[in-house]
């Protein structure tokens, strides 16, 4: 006996503490496991949705053994020790040392570090010092522009709401019976509380109060709710709110978005009030599971990257061919194979562009500056190259293409025809409507003229109101006006107004509903959805003032007086936006959750092309080859989930675009991660601004535009000092190979090789600074390695063929022609080769004529015209010596300017063949 007693005394005290929930969760997980649900979220999950939906209220509460009156704090503590904290994972912060190790580890760098190990080696320190200077100068200036730009991206994070209402009980009514069953004391138990508590504290089985303005804590199911509005444009991108219920309507549903009576952890309540039980918080929500979506998987290279790994990749190959070359011509021919090693290592210093990686990240860093004063923080900087590169735009349509406001669009009688009367009877019913006004109540409002010239105050009195249901789906206002009679005014979904509509008012006079009529008003309505546009029907009926209290029964016999209609307006910046992008070769497609019907109609009123609507559903029996085509020929996708636009993206990459997207909610997430460009705003949802590249200050199509141009001015600077390097490098190099075969000294020494080349390296660093064509920036620029490389065959023998013209000078006009005189030869070479050098980066900057047709920037004219009177003062001043370099006689110097004027002349005469053969980037 007393066995028994103490067992059911320790289940009462189990009951009490909530441990049976971990074996009805385990039955509850079974029965979940069979449930057939959509694969957009992880099974486990929609199961876990789909079956909160489909239960009553009373056995969900016993699955997640929760209670009516909710959990007590005890519970609470109890299920959270299980199920840990209600937070999304979120994209961690690189801690800076793993950062500066990401600035570092380029192929340049890495190879740049390995010359400089080697020289230090060989006791070159001067060649250690300069090479090392390079590196250091290039990590630190993008390590501290990306992480200056991730510190104000972090601070513009829009902070979620901190606090629930949660309904709380201080003793399990379980316990207190048990305690009076098995000890007869009678514990006194309090009745249920509402109490603020941090989301970060909700556990599922709690119950929830919801509100207007209250942000949804977790997935939670609906158990009552009253007129309750959701705004779930951060998650499915549809701009009007949708309406929520206790009890599913659609038990045929299986995508979790399309449950509605539940509400998604993220977004917002815009009207009406609820109480709901949280089913699944943290990673185990739908906004968790897009969460870990975005940050388990590591970031595909972008277009930019992967260019500049090439570009790398290209030169790195030429240097490991062209080094051992020289290296055994010189060894065999000359017989110092240290002096040899030593000109090999300066030819592979020469050779690398160890000025890349700086003039890049400085150039990138420029673009950065000039970005934030238009209002757009750059979190990556490799994303102002890729906005230059960007051929096809993807952006979601509310807020960026529309207004993300709703307006009244029209106002219509019966037949079509704009109407002022039913203007007035809609502002007559939203004016006296009590309670809170939703979005569709604030358009009409926003009519003060109607409001001037109705005078409510002074012409009319409100007599009664019948509240909206979610039954009949409509609301009335009854009014007296000067009290001679009571007008009934009756506003709601089309169906149900024309249900209670015996009559249609036709100008003057009232026409009976006929079934003719009723066909007319179906395709009137018909055609303002069709222009996306959402349509509440106006209904009326005079009245007797015999009485003051009105129901239900009283809407019946009401005259249908027309439609109000609404819309979520474009931009007016936003046809000028896409012309300007369409004018620089970057193609919109616009990728939304909404309704294709809304879409088309917004896309129209900008000017893009309507007549193909893919939707979601089409891409579903798409296999990724019909998906790679249809992605060309469609530019408007509707009713997309997120994994959808993932799929749009990726086939996009896949056809060799460069794609950027535009998104700010929970829903663009997985898009904005895979994009080549992922673009954000202030605004948008955490783990929307933590997927981007760059987050805009102002959601706008023109600061867009603004960053296209940037960024293709940023490219067009960096492949001018890619293609000035690569050429003259090749140039030297073959005029190197040339000299050694035929020389019987070196024909310059590893230190005028490393000194001509730091001296070419410094002139160039005002290129970030540099102006740009117009036509440069007009289309769409990528890397292409394979014109690099073409580019540096055409153009370096041309300065090879006055190279060689120099040898031939000092050789045969100035007697520079044994190892005594070497210095002498390699001083003329020097200065030649350093001129020639400096003076090609003016020479390629453009496709025109240089100095004449395109200027280059002020900065960039200083620093050449310096390094170049440099060039000539190290051997004509007090340092030669110390250089191995000696003064040159001044008969040299009008033949080096017949030189120079040759060069540039061959030099304008291959660009000019060269443009039209393969154009010009």
């Known amino acids: 006996m007393r066995l028994t007693f103490l067992k059911e005394l320790f289940a009462a005290f189990v009951r009490s503490r909530g441990f049976g929930r971990h074996f009805r969760r385990l039955a509850l997980l079974d029965s979940l ?35 009516p009156d909710g959990l007590s704090a005890a519970q609470a503590e109890l299920i959270r020790e299980q199920v840990g904290l209600n937070e999304v994972e979120q994209e961690k912060p690189l ?52 992480r200056k730009s991730n510190i104000a991206a972090d601070k513009l994070k829009a902070m979620v709401s901190n606090t629930a209402t949660v309904i709380r009980r201080d003793l399990s009514e379980d316990a207190a019976e048990d305690a009076r069953r098995y000890f007869d004391v009678q514990l006194h138990v309090h009745p249920a ?101 975005v940050t388990a998987t590591d970031r595909a290279p972008t277009q930019f990257q992967a260019g500049v790994n090439k570009v790398a990749w290209l030169l790195i190959r030429f240097m490991f061919v062209m080094s051992p070359l020289v290296l055994f011509i010189n060894g065999f021919t000359k017989g110092d194979w240290t002096e040899a090693f030593l000109f090999a290592m300066s030819i592979a210093v020469g050779l690398t562009p160890e000025m890349l990686p700086m003039i890049v990240t400085s150039t990138l860093a420029k673009g950065a500056v000039i970005l934030s004063r238009q209002k757009v923080i750059v979190k990556r900087l490799d994303a102002i190259q890729n906005f230059g590169a960007m051929d096809v735009l993807c952006t979601d349509k509310t807020g960026t293409l529309t207004q993300d406001k709703i307006f009244l669009a029209r106002h219509t009688d019966v037949w079509g025809e704009e109407s002022d009367d039913v203007l007035e009877a809609a502002y007559l019913n939203s004016y006296y409507q009590t309670g809170l006004k939703n979005l ?20 009319f009195r409100k007599v009664d109101e019948i509240p909206f249901d979610f039954q009949r789906r409509r609301m009335s206002v009854v009014v007296a006006e000067h ?23 036709h100008g003057e006079a009232d026409e009976a509903l006929t079934p003719e009529l009723l066909a007319r008003v179906r395709e009137v309505t018909a055609d303002l959805n069709e222009d996306g546009l959402r349509v509440v029907a106006v209904a009326a009926r005079e009245l007797p003032p015999n009485k003051e209290s009105y129901g239900v029964a009283d809407e019946a016999g009401l005259t249908l007086i027309g439609y109000v209609a609404f819309l979520d307006p474009p931009k007016e910046s936003t046809e000028p936006a896409l012309n300007a992008l369409f004018a620089h070769g970057v193609k919109v497609k616009v990728l939304t959750g909404d309704n294709e019907l809304v879409t088309a109609k917004i896309c129209r009123e900008v000017g893009l092309p309507t007549q193909q609507v893919l939707l979601g559903s089409d891409l579903e029996r798409m296999d990724d080859a019909q998906l790679a085509e249809a992605v060309e020929t469609h530019d408007i996708f509707a009713k997309l989930t997120p994994a959808h636009k993932e799929r749009v993206v990726r086939a996009l990459k896949g056809n060799g675009h460069v794609v950027g997207f535009m998104g700010d909610g929970i829903n663009d997430a997985p898009a904005l991660r895979t994009a080549d460009i992922g673009i954000s705003v202030d605004t948008a949802v955490d783990i929307a601004k933590e997927a981007a590249d760059i987050i805009l200050l102002e959601k706008s199509l023109m600061v867009l535009e603004e960053g296209v141009v940037e960024g293709r001015k940023t490219f067009a600077n960096m492949l001018k000092y890619i293609k000035m390097t690569a050429s003259s490098n090749f140039g030297n190099v073959f005029s190197v190979l040339v ?37 440069l920036v007009r289309d769409p620029q990528r890397w292409n390695p394979a014109d690099i490389g073409r580019f540096m065959l055409f153009f370096g023998p041309v300065s090879s063929v006055f190279d060689i013209t120099t040898y031939l000078v000092m050789w045969f006009v100035f007697g520079a022609n044994t190892p005594e005189h070497q210095t002498l030869f390699q001083s003329g070479w020097f200065v030649e080769g350093l001129m020639t050098q400096t003076l090609v980066v003016h020479m390629i900057r453009t496709r025109k004529i240089p100095f004449v047709q395109s200027r280059p920037g002020g900065l960039l004219m200083i620093a050449t015209g310096l390094i170049m009177a440099l060039g000539v003062f190290i051997p004509m001043g007090p340092v030669a010596h110390y250089f191995k370099l000696q003064a040159l006689p001044w008969s040299y110097f009008p033949i080096l300017a017949a030189i120079l004027a040759g060069y540039m002349v061959l030099t304008q005469a291959m660009k000019a063949f060269y443009s039209r053969r393969f154009g010009w980037q």
């Open 483 to 505: 009290e001679s009679h009571h007008l009934l005014i009756c506003k709601g979904a089309v169906e149900e107004i024309l249900a209670v509509c015996a009559r249609v008012r």
């Open 440 to 459: 569709l109540d604030v358009a009409v409002l926003e009519h003060t003229e109607v409001h001037r010239e109705l005078n409510p105050a002074s012409n």
């Open 193 to 293: 509380h509402r109490e603020e508590v941090p989301i970060a504290q909700l556990v599922p089985g709690d119950l929830v109060a919801l509100s207007a303005g209250d942000m949804i804590p977790g997935d939670c199911r609906v158990l009552a709710a009253k007129d309750l509005f959701v705004s779930q444009a951060a998650m499915t991108g549809e701009s009007l709110p949708v309406e929520k219920f206790a009890r599913l309507r659609d038990l045929s549903a299986t995508n979790p978005l399309e449950l509605d009576n539940i509400v998604f952890m993220g977004t917002n309540v815009v009207s009406g009030s609820a109480t709901a039980v949280v089913v699944g918080t943290g990673a185990r929500t739908y906004f968790g599971a897009l969460a870990q979506r």
């Open 95 to 146: 801690p800076w040392w793993l950062h500066l190790w990401h600035c570092y580890k380029t192929p340049f760098d890495l190879l740049l570090t390995l010359l400089a190990v080697i020289s230090y080696v060989t006791e070159d320190m001067k060649a250690t010092l300069v090479i090392g200077t390079m590196v250091v100068l290039s990590v630190a200036i993008r390590f501290w522009q990306e």
């Open 739 to 775: 000299a050694s075969a035929f020389i019987p000294f070196l024909p310059m020494l590893p230190m005028h090789l490393l000194v001509q080349n730091l001296l070419y390296d410094f002139s160039q660093v005002a290129i970030p600074f540099d102006n740009v064509d117009e036509e």
């Open 33 to 67: 496991s069979r449930t057939t649900v959509s694969r957009e979220v992880p099974p486990s999950l929609a199961q876990t949705l789909a079956a909160a939906a489909r239960s009553t209220p009373d056995v969900l509460l016993k699955q997640l053994d929760s209670h």
